[in-house]
């Protein structure tokens, strides 16, 4: 098929599809967006991390120094930006094959061999699902590299942020940041930065990975009468929240599978080895409600 972008719908709900990294580019319920839409114009506009979301393959967010020990091996990697660290893994800068294609589904594949630049040999095939009222996301990586290497999954949208919007988001730690955008110290959540309840997002830069989720997000926008429920399937235990400031007009909420620079951590962080022709599964199901209007 030659098409960059796939239109999806099912009842109410929306969304349009790139084979650019196999992102979204908007995602919308009753025509209220859900996802920031982006202007992104598909594969010829070339614009990484413009997407509304995208895939984290074979891992999120940054390793220090592109390096990692394991099983006894050294590897060495290749920034694959304009960041001095290797970022959120390849699938999100490549072209993605639809596999196949409905008016409410699509399935991509993504197939990544080895070179000199990574030690990741893997195949991975990403479903993006409308039904129900609900967009689920899911993902599947099969190792083929020659020998075990530790792998994670996650996703990495967008979400608008208004003057009113409200996340709730439970975990038990909080990782402070050091330079390179680096995770820094576990410690307690900061009461400013606590979204066991609903909370509004700070005014200040934020850019931190919590951990000990319950796998639930729960985000609302009060100007717009919408609110959205995401869940999350499989080994998730972790989040990043990023935004610039208060006059952003998005905000990250990223749920992975492990913390970022895992790879450099003693207890690895939540990755989790693959051996030849293992795979590793997740989803996550973002679900769009009507917010009753208050009195």
Known sequence: ??????HLRNGDLSAEVSRFGGSLLAGAYHGIPFLRPTPTAGLASRRFGAEASFPLVP?????????FDFADKHFSMQPNTADPYCLHGDGWLVEWEIVSQSSCEAVLRYIHRQNLSSPY????????????????????????????????LGFHPFFPRTSKTRLKAEARRFWTERGGHLPDARMPIPKSLDFAAPAPLPSHWINNAYEGWDAEAWIEWPEHGLGLMLTAVGPFDCFMIYSPDAVADFFCFEP???????????SGGGLVTLEYEQSLSCCIVLHPVVLLAEG
């Open 1 to 6: 098929m030659s098409q960059d972008i796939l």
């Open 59 to 67: 891992y999120g967010n940054r390793i220090e120094a592109n390096a």
């Open 121 to 152: 040999a893997y195949n991975v095939i990403q479903t993006v699902r409308l039904g129900g009222d609900a967009l689920t996301l899911g993902l599947t990586i099969t190792n083929t590299s020659c020998g075990p290497l530790p792998f994670g």
């Open 256 to 266: 992975m599978t492990h913390l970022p620079n895992a790879h450099n951590m003693p």
